[in-house]
């Protein structure tokens, strides 16, 4: 296909690399097939332990210099970035479309959202600043400042190939870190293609060789990465399950880990909302990316007095959803990830049943021409109570689960009652009833959204949750901080030293 050569990627790619140098390896090779038509897209030989050391070793050299470049020097880099992001924005949003399963229009969103955290770490490399504070002693100055911190390494997930690497990479980068990525084995050729977008921007700037690495494989690179002293933070995306194998291991050497895990996300929806509000954000929260976003509506707390009317309106939005290949613009769903990911569908569907979950729309696996894949699946709705032990899991798949509630008190309870806290929403024209979702006694969740659905973040804001969400914050607002290591000064400019709390030491 087109769009493959036209980011260099090949038949066979080395998944090792320092920049402009890719390291082959004896690692275990990766084949890429698409969820789309299950075709051959494309194979990657993983990293070993021996190519694993190359890359630490180069990153480590690479900081020493990098660290010293001024920021908004390296700003400009990551503008240049951006620059050949746009140039690339079509093949690469295809490719993230064709390799991992989403809709095309998702696809280049996710291609726009790194163009759009470029921008921001542009301006934000003139804006790394610290606090100047009053000293209780005459004559010192204290104040705070903000230097890198050293290594990131950054574990992605595979349903946003792209962007949350993004995200850490661009921040980490105007703040002097270098960074070490550990793609999806699942979507390995979309972290090669940016590899070599990002190669040819750092050539062209004389970047130190070991600021952008890579290094494609399985659980074991996470492992070694979590493990690695040498490695200051770990930013890690994906199921609770693995933040907290990272967490611990990073606890372990008292390093620091920036965790954004699982959602298990809801909309409560008022008797006082808009309901044609409402049945766009549960339709595109619950079916987007065909479920398998971190922030996919999972379930709908739907008030008793319009539970009835909602419910019909849902069965019929949910008749007109047309699954199919993801980059026909026509076509709202596309794939699962894989097979691994229908099965898992398959059987919350099947666990969803015997807790006496009723469906109102029927899954199922998709068949027929064009879906020879295997990996499409029927979007489904199921009225369900929250205590279901199903309910309380997240299934990265499109599932969306009913409940009915009577006051907004009992709803924001059942909102609550998850051990996630990604993101959460409430459609409601009532200002009190949305005040009250806001205030301290209501969502707990690290997002709450008022008349929009639970997915769809802007680069602006920090992104992440609470609870078994991992408590991390990437992208917008002071996120820039956790990529940095704080620093207080005490000046004395004076020829004495008085002590700090009055304290006296004559000699």
């Known amino acids: 296909m087109n769009f493959i050569k036209s980011l260099g990627l090949k038949a066979q790619n080395e998944g090792v690399s320092t920049g402009a140098v890719w390291i082959k390896s004896k690692g275990e090779k990766l084949i890429s097939n698409s969820p789309v038509d299950g075709k051959f897209i494309g194979s990657i030989h993983s990293a070993d332990k021996q190519s694993y050391q190359k890359v630490v070793q180069k990153a480590t050299a690479a900081f020493a210099e ?142 130190p060789e070991g600021v952008n690495n890579l290094l494609c494989g399985g659980r074991e690179v996470g492992e070694w990465l979590s493990a690695d002293s ?88 949910y008749g ?27 059987s919350a569907i099947e666990k969803c049943k015997q807790e006496g979950g009723k469906f109102i729309v029927e899954g199922g696996v998709v068949k027929g021409k064009n879906f020879e894949s295997g990996c499409y699946v029927k979007p489904c709705v199921a009225e369900v109570k929250n205590s279901f032990e199903i309910v309380q899991h997240e299934t990265f798949a499109p599932i969306l689960y009913i409940i009915k509630y009577k006051t907004m008190q009992e709803a924001i309870a059942l909102q609550n009652g998850v051990p996630q806290g990604l993101s959460s929403s409430v459609i409601t024209n009532s200002l009190r009833e949305s005040e009250m979702f806001l205030s301290v006694n209501g969502s707990d969740c690290g997002i709450a959204n008022v008349n929009i659905g639970t997915s769809g973040a802007e680069i602006g804001g920090a992104f992440g949750g609470e609870k078994e969400t991992g408590g991390g914050r990437e992208s917008g607002s002071d996120a820039w901080k956790v990529y940095m290591r704080r620093q207080t000064n005490t000046i004395n400019y004076t020829d004495k030293l008085p002590l700090a709390q009055g304290i006296r030491f004559d000699l």
Not at 95 to 122: P, R, W
């Open 66 to 207: 990098w660290r010293n470049w001024p920021a908004p020097r390296r700003g400009e880099i990551v503008r240049q970035i951006g620059e050949e992001l746009r140039k690339n924005k079509m093949p690469l949003g295809q490719l993230v479309s064709y390799e991992m399963g989403k809709s095309l229009q998702e696809g280049l969103g996710e291609v726009q959202e790194m163009i759009d955290i470029c921008d921001f770490a542009v301006g934000l490399s003139r804006q790394l600043h610290g606090l100047t504070m009053h000293s209780e002693r005459p004559g010192h100055r204290m104040y705070e400042q903000y230097h890198p911190l050293g290594i990131v390494g950054i574990i992605s997930a595979f349903n946003f190939p792209v962007a949350v690497w993004s995200w850490n990479s661009m921040l980490a980068w105007v703040c002097g870190d270098v960074c070490i990525w550990k793609p999806s084995e699942k979507t390995s050729l979309c972290a090669v293609a940016c590899q070599k977008i990002v190669q040819n921007v750092f050539k062209k700037n004389n970047v």
């Open 230 to 317: 040498r490695i200051a933070l770990v930013s890690a995306t994906g199921s609770t399950r693995m933040g907290k194998a990272v967490g611990t291991a990073v606890a372990q050497r008292l390093g620091r880990s920036l965790l954004e895990l699982g959602g298990n996300n809801a909309i409560i929806i008022s008797d006082k909302a808009d309901l044609s509000i409402a049945i766009t954000a549960a339709v595109f929260g619950a079916v987007g990316t065909a479920g398998q976003r971190c922030t996919t509506t999972r379930r709908l707390i739907i008030h008793e007095k319009i539970y009835n009317k909602f419910k019909g309106a849902l069965v019929k939005a």
């Open 320 to 346: 007109q959803i047309k699954i199919g290949n993801p980059l026909d613009q026509k076509n709202h769903v596309g794939p699962l990830i894989d097979k691994d990911a229908v099965s898992l569908y398959l």
